[in-house]
C-alpha cells in the first residue's frame, strides 16, 4: 500500500507537470501570435500614413501649379494641406499603436496594467509638460486651446484607457537626450549603480583613473531639444523642407534626374502636368529624414544568420514597429508558482516606386507602400526602447548646478544625482580600478545582436 501510494504520488506529480508544461507552451504560442500580430496591425498603418503623407505632396504640387497657373502669389490650399500632413504624423502612428492593441487581444493577450500605466503617464506628461518644454508645435489650432499637445496627450490617454497589452519597444521619446559627454550618457549611471566595472574599461578608463573632482569635467554642451514632427510611438521618420531642389538626394548631386525627375514622378501619380516653377514655391514639403531612411543591410549585425542578399530597392531601415508581449500563466504544479512569458516582434511597411526603385530615392514622400512583413528583431531599430523617468529633468536643471557647484548642486530624490553621490566618492572609484587591475581580462565586448563588429550571434533570432 506504502508502495501504490508513492507511485500514485509520482503519477499525479508527472501529471500535473504534463498540463503545466502544456499551458505553458499554449501561451507561448499565443503570446508570439499576439506579438506578430501587433507588430504587423503597426506596420500597416504606418505604411497607410506614409502613403496618405505622399497623396498630401502631391496634391500640393497640383494646387501650387494650379495657383501659378491662375497667377497666384499665395497659396492657402497648399498651406491647408500641409497642415493636414502634419497633423497625420500623429494621428497614424497613434492610431498604429491602438491597432496593435487590438492585433494582440484578439489573439488572447490581455491588458497589460504597468504598460497601461507607463503610456497613461506619458500621456499626462505630455499634455502638462510639453506646451513650456516644446513650445513651437507641430501645428496650431485655431482657436487654441487645445494645443497640438492636448490632441497628442489625449490620443494617447484614450488608447491606455483601452488597455496595453502589446508595448512599443523602439520609442523615440523628445526628452530621452543623450550625448557624447560623459554626464550626457545614462549608461555611465547604470554603470556606476551597478558597479559596472567592465563597462568603465571599455568606455571611460582613463576617467576612472584620473579623476579627482567635479571641477575635472568639461563643460556640458547645449542641449538642442529636438523639434517635434513625428510622434514618439511608431514615427515616421520624416522631415520638413520649404523647397524641393533642397531634398536631400539632390542638394547631394546623387540624382541624375535632380527635381524634374521628382516631378515627372508626381506627375505620373496626379494624372495632370505639374509646372517647374513648383520648386520655387516655398511651402512645407514632407520628406524621409536621411538619418532614419539609411541602408537597412548597414543596421543588420555582423554574423546576422539569413542568407540572401537585401533587394535595392527594400534596402532601407525607414519606419518600422517593434513590440513586447509579457504575460503569465498560473502552474498547477504544487511549489511551482507563475511563469512569465515574454514575445517581442518587428514589421515594417514594404513598398517601392516604379523602376523599381527605394522609396526615399528622391527624398520626398510619395505613394509607394504595399505590403508589410515581420522582420528579425535584431535588424529593427531601437529595441529595448523606452523613456527614462527624470532624465530630462536631470540633464536641463540637475547638471548644470552639478558641475558649477559639485554634489551641493544636486537634487534629492533624484536617482541620477544619488548616482553622482557615489561616483564622487574616491574609494568608490578606487575599488574598481583595484578590480581592473586583477579581473579586466574577464571583461569582452559583447558580440553580435545590436551593433557591429561582434563576433558573431545575435540576441534574439525571430
Not at 498630401?56 to 491647408?80: K, Y
Not at 506619458?122 to 516644446?134: E, I, K, L, N, R
Not at 555611465?188 to 579623476?211: E, K, P
Not at 533587394?311 to 511563469?339: F, L, S
Request: with cysteine.
Amino acid at each position: 500500500m506504502v508502495f501504490l501510494l508513492m507511485v500514485c504520488v509520482i503519477l499525479a506529480l508527472v501529471v500535473l507537470w504534463n498540463f503545466d508544461l502544456h499551458k505553458i507552451i499554449t501561451v507561448k504560442l499565443r503570446a508570439q501570435d499576439g506579438g506578430d500580430s501587433a507588430a504587423l496591425a503597426a506596420a500597416r498603418w504606418q505604411g497607410i500614413t506614409l502613403n496618405l503623407v505622399g497623396h498630401l505632396n502631391v496634391l500640393q504640387a497640383v494646387a501650387i501649379s494650379d495657383g501659378l497657373a491662375r497667377g497666384q502669389t499665395a497659396f492657402p490650399e497648399a498651406q491647408a494641406i500641409a497642415d493636414l500632413a502634419a497633423r497625420l504624423c500623429y494621428v497614424g502612428p497613434v492610431t498604429a499603436l491602438a491597432a496593435a492593441q487590438l492585433g494582440a487581444k484578439n489573439n488572447g493577450i490581455y491588458n497589460n496594467s504597468a504598460y497601461a500605466q507607463m503610456v497613461a503617464s506619458h500621456a499626462a506628461y505630455v499634455t502638462g509638460q510639453y506646451p513650456d518644454q516644446f513650445p513651437v508645435q507641430p501645428y496650431t489650432n485655431a482657436p487654441s486651446p487645445p494645443t497640438a499637445w492636448d490632441d497628442y496627450g489625449t490620443m494617447l490617454a484614450a488608447v491606455a484607457a483601452q488597455g496595453i497589452a502589446a508595448l512599443p519597444d523602439n520609442t523615440r521619446f523628445y526628452v530621452d537626450y543623450s550625448g557624447d559627454h560623459l554626464l550626457l550618457n545614462p549608461s555611465f549611471y547604470d554603470a556606476v549603480g551597478s558597479a559596472d566595472w567592465c563597462w568603465f574599461f571599455h568606455h571611460a578608463y582613463q576617467t576612472l583613473q584620473s579623476y579627482t573632482s567635479y571641477r575635472d569635467w568639461p563643460p556640458l554642451p547645449i542641449i538642442r531639444d529636438p523639434e517635434p514632427m513625428n510622434s514618439e510611438f511608431f514615427g515616421l521618420g520624416l522631415m520638413r523642407l520649404s523647397y524641393l531642389d533642397s531634398l536631400p538626394m539632390i542638394a547631394r548631386g546623387t540624382d541624375a534626374g535632380d527635381v524634374d525627375a521628382v516631378i515627372r514622378m508626381m506627375e505620373q501619380i496626379a494624372g495632370e502636368p505639374i509646372t517647374s516653377g513648383v520648386s520655387r514655391v516655398s511651402a512645407q514639403w514632407y520628406c524621409y529624414s536621411p538619418d532614419r531612411w539609411s541602408a537597412w543591410t548597414g543596421l543588420i549585425p555582423d554574423g546576422f544568420p539569413f542568407r540572401g542578399t537585401v533587394r535595392p530597392e527594400y534596402d532601407y531601415i525607414g519606419a518600422d514597429a517593434a513590440v513586447r508581449i509579457e504575460t503569465e500563466t498560473d502552474r498547477v504544479t504544487p511549489g511551482a508558482g507563475r511563469r512569465w512569458v515574454t514575445w517581442s516582434a518587428a514589421a515594417k511597411p514594404f513598398g517601392f516606386l516604379e523602376g523599381p526603385e527605394r522609396p526615399n530615392r528622391y527624398g520626398l514622400v510619395l505613394p509607394a507602400f504595399h505590403e508589410v512583413r515581420l522582420v528579425p528583431v535584431d535588424t529593427a531599430t531601437g529595441i529595448g526602447g523606452g523613456s527614462r523617468p527624470g532624465w530630462s529633468t536631470h540633464i536641463h536643471d540637475h547638471l548644470p548646478t552639478y558641475v558649477a557647484q559639485g554634489l551641493a548642486g544636486t537634487t534629492p530624490g533624484c536617482w541620477y544625482c544619488e548616482q553622482l553621490h557615489t561616483w564622487e566618492n574616491a574609494s568608490f572609484r578606487q575599488t574598481g580600478i583595484d578590480w581592473l587591475a586583477s579581473y579586466s581580462a574577464r571583461c569582452h565586448q559583447p558580440g553580435g545582436g545590436g551593433g557591429r563588429g561582434g563576433s558573431g550571434g545575435t540576441r534574439r533570432g525571430h
